[in-house]
């Protein structure tokens, strides 16, 4: 179903890849939009086993894409260093392919929420409970379950 990398001597393991997603603090959600154009958005997210998790307004482009068509991809770029000399950038970056669900469950809402607060502001339950609380009904709790994962490195990373 997923394609297989034609450059594999640049592929990265599963490990290094996970590696990525753990270190990176963003990333490119793709989704299928309005008129069948692709939409890509920059959001944060929080990789917990092989499930990626966003948060999201209720209403809005990204919640209709994601309920029209649930396959995606999430891109992360971990190095992207042009060098003008060697005509050449050094990169490593992880695409995952996957698909979006809308988190119904209200305790696996909590719950992911809470995981999502924790990487980016860790021991601050309790100011994590007074922003999520007033929001809350507000707010849908994206989980993209990871089907298929590739990542990639320049040659000149290799060695």
């Not at 989704?31 to 307004?57: E, M």
């Not at 994601?66 to 990169?91: G, I, L, M, R």
């Not at 929001?135 to 990871?146: C, G, N, Q, T």
Request: hydrophobic share 40%; proline share 4%; charged share 25%.
């Amino acid at each position: 179903m997923f394609r297989e990398m034609r450059r594999k001597k640049q592929q990265l393991g599963e490990e290094e890849c996970l590696s990525i997603l753990d270190e990176a603090t963003s990333g490119v959600l793709s989704v299928l939009g309005d008129d069948g154009y692709p939409y890509g958005v920059p959001l944060s997210f929080v990789r917990i086993g092989a499930t990626l998790v966003f948060h999201c307004a209720a209403t809005g482009h990204k919640t209709d894409a994601v309920k029209a068509h649930p396959q995606a991809s999430f891109t992360v770029v971990a190095q992207d260093d042009v060098v003008p000399s060697e005509y050449n950038t050094h990169y490593r970056s992880v695409i995952a392919f996957g698909r979006v669900r809308i988190v119904e469950d209200r305790d696996e809402k909590m719950a992911l929420l809470r995981s999502l607060g924790e990487r980016y502001w860790p021991g601050h339950d309790d100011e994590l409970e007074a922003e999520i609380a007033p929001r809350f009904d507000h707010m849908h709790v994206l989980a993209f379950e990871i089907e298929h994962l590739t990542g990639k490195q320049s040659l000149a990373l290799m060695h």
